[in-house]
């Protein structure tokens, strides 16, 4: 005889326990008399006892199984208490996390320069000068689903907006960016290591940013695309040569402007080996000249490979370029220059070139008190200007940058031949102008905030 009790079946188990007690005092009451009565029948009172034993033993099994039920109950709500109580948790804490992501943060840094000129004689009389080179603003964040990410420069000459833009995520792969957002082309962000740039940044083609519309793909990890429009540069006053990128800006006879430029950049991602990656790049960039004079539209164009290659401590990187400026210049005015402009200068660059640079760096893990970040560098460019009464230009920089808490060093030593902003008049002039190797020492001390 047995029951089969399942864990939705508690009451009739009870019950069960209940008819069966019952049952085994009647059949107690029964059998007294018929036992006191018949003493002969010996061998059918064993049997019924038995039997009467047999029907104990269940109840006492039915009864520790019902004690069983009781506590698997018990455990089963304990533990659903504390199921809902860790959901609860969850929630809160997700709450929590919306509302701390979705806001604007603020930050900026402030920069001081220390100069050595070896072609400025004031300069070098003084023993260089050192100054306050910037005050920035920063502003990223998101308010619901879009995204705000902007910074505001002030030098000591001028104020500029550096970039400004708000954007969107479709998904996980591919974000929108609107506004004043950086160009796609060459390695990115930048190829520089040093505080002084490439000299591919002087000539647009390095950590420039222009005002249009961006799309960064990133479909998986091992394929990496932008496609961008810009409808012009960060200003469309194009006579201002008060701005953080190089762009071609209008003044006395050169009256060029950028417009209507189309760019792409895919990037391959290879993982070599535990230590080692690389990184093989293309760059497309075509655009329209405006010349303000004729009033007619020239043409730009502008290709670029790169290859940004990991390994341990050590990086290096290399780039090939050529860059093409068609411009509709009136009579009497060359096509061989054209005129770019920054930092509140303006300076003439050879119209088509190719440039090829290399940079080549190694990071030290060092804990000297403050300082836990030290890396070394030596980067190069060679500018060869395939236009008439052009001459080479060659830009060298190597020095070290240092991290101490949000502080944040260059030390950099930069010899040029020919090289604007580095006693040179421009890039890839004719050799009149072209002039010896020239030097200088900066030191850039920052703190980040």
Request: charged share 25%; proline share 2%; net charge negative.
């Amino acid at each position: 005889m047995g029951f089969a009790i399942k864990n939705g079946e508690r009451m009739t188990a009870r019950t069960c326990l209940r008819r069966l007690a019952s049952a085994l005092l009647l059949a107690s009451c029964l059998v007294s008399p018929l036992w006191a009565d018949d003493q002969s029948t010996d061998a059918d009172t064993d049997e019924l006892r038995q039997q009467i034993e047999l029907m104990q033993r269940e109840l006492m099994r039915l009864q520790q199984r019902l004690g069983e039920l009781e506590a698997e109950r018990a455990e089963s709500r304990e533990r659903v208490n504390e199921l809902e109580a860790i959901e609860q948790r969850v929630a809160e804490v997700e709450q929590v996390a919306e509302a701390e992501q979705d806001g604007i943060d603020f930050g900026g840094a402030v920069r001081l320069n220390y100069a050595w000129r070896d072609y400025d004689d004031q300069n070098k009389d003084r023993f260089g000068d050192f100054e306050l080179e910037l005050f920035r603003i920063n502003v990223a964040g998101s308010v619901g689903d879009v995204l705000l990410d902007a910074e505001w420069r002030r030098y000591n000459d001028f104020h500029a907006i550096h970039h400004a833009w708000v954007g969107y995520d479709y998904s996980d792969e591919l974000q929108m960016q609107l506004g004043i957002t950086q160009v796609p082309f060459g390695i990115g962000p930048y190829m520089s290591r040093s505080f002084w740039f490439t000299g591919n940044y002087y000539v647009g083609l390095e950590d420039d940013y222009d005002t249009g519309i961006k799309f960064v793909h990133r479909p998986n990890d091992r394929w990496s695309f932008d496609y961008a429009f810009f409808k012009n540069p960060e200003y469309a006053s194009d006579g201002r040569a008060d701005r953080y990128s190089f762009d071609l800006v209008t003044a006395g006879e050169q009256q060029n402007t950028e417009t209507n430029q189309l760019n792409f950049r895919a990037v391959r991602h290879l993982n070599l080996s535990d230590e080692s990656s690389m990184d093989l790049g293309l760059s497309l960039e075509a655009g329209q000249i405006y010349n303000r004079t004729t009033e007619d539209n020239g043409e730009r164009w502008a290709i670029g490979a790169h290859m940004d290659y990991d390994r341990g401590p050590w990086n290096l990187r290399l780039q090939a370029l050529r860059y093409e400026y068609d411009p509709e210049n009136p009579d009497g005015v060359s096509d061989d220059f054209v005129q770019m402009g920054a930092f509140a200068f303006p300076f003439l660059i050879a119209s088509k070139s190719d440039i090829y640079t290399y940079s080549v760096s190694r990071a030290f893990d060092v804990e000297w008190g403050p300082i836990t970040g030290l890396r070394c560098y030596n980067e190069g460019t060679f500018f060869n200007p395939d236009v008439a009464q052009s001459d080479e230009s060659i830009q060298s920089v190597t020095g070290c940058s240092v991290s101490a808490g949000g502080v944040f060093a260059y030390v950099d030593w930069i010899a040029g031949k020919n090289m604007w902003f580095a006693g040179g008049d421009g890039i890839g002039r004719g050799a009149g102008t072209a002039g010896d190797w020239k030097s200088r020492l900066n030191i850039n001390l920052g703190y980040y905030f």
